[in-house]
């Protein structure tokens, strides 16, 4: 391949390897019906690959809008599973539900109660560290007064704390014992 000699050649270049991706997942989508190619796709991993660009750049509202209009017009959800809205706006809501309870919105990453509840809340912080939240997510969490770093010791219950300790203890203890039993095996070896 010859090497561009000028920035038009590189963004023509760059064009026609965006168009052959786009007519390999319009033929992946007249084959299957739809445009949701499996990110471990052995098939083609390139087409995989290119898909997740796609979505991130849709995400992060950095796709071209003639692109997007026609990734758009053959079915491509840019927003990834179509579930992930509805079930944002879902923990959201649980989220709202959890400071009307408790006064506060620092829900601990293990959460007793509902531990896939404080893996997400847990998530939107990461999310935000990768510029992966859109602008109004980030806006409502901050209005319900969402907190971008962990401050869960001193809002929480002091059950829960206790209980989360404890939980924490029992977990050291049996890494410890476990420790033990491998050194000591180890020593008769």
């Keep these: 391949m010859p090497v561009p000699s000028a920035p038009n050649d590189f963004l023509s ?5 965006w ?6 997942l319009l033929a992946f989508q007249q084959r299957f019906g739809h445009c949701r190619v499996p990110k471990r796709w052995r098939e083609d ?4 690959i290119w ?3 796609q979505r991130q750049a849709y995400w992060r509202n950095t796709l071209r809008a003639d692109r997007q209009h026609r990734l758009v017009e053959i079915g491509f959800n840019g927003r990834g ?3 992930a809205v509805a079930s944002w706006e879902a923990r959201f809501a649980q989220l709202v539900a959890f400071k009307a309870r408790f006064g506060h919105c620092d829900v601990h990453c293990r959460w007793p109660e509902d ?3 404080g893996h997400w809340v847990s998530t ?3 999310f935000k560290k990768q510029g992966l939240l859109k602008p109004e997510q980030i806006r409502r969490l ?4 969402f907190s971008w770093q962990l401050c869960f010791w001193k809002n929480s219950d002091p059950q829960l704390r206790r209980q989360l300790l404890q939980t924490a203890a029992s977990e050291l203890e049996a890494l410890d014992r476990r420790w033990e039993k491998r050194l000591s095996a180890w020593r008769n070896a």
């Design 45 to 48: 991993p390139c087409l995989a």
């Design 142 to 145: 901050e209005e319900l007064g």
């Design 115 to 117: 531990p896939a509840f």
């Design 124 to 126: 939107q912080r990461r």
């Design 13 to 17: 270049n760059q064009d026609a390897r």
């Design 81 to 83: 599973n179509p579930h």
């Design 19 to 24: 168009e052959k991706q786009f007519a390999k």
């Design 51 to 53: 898909v997740g660009n």
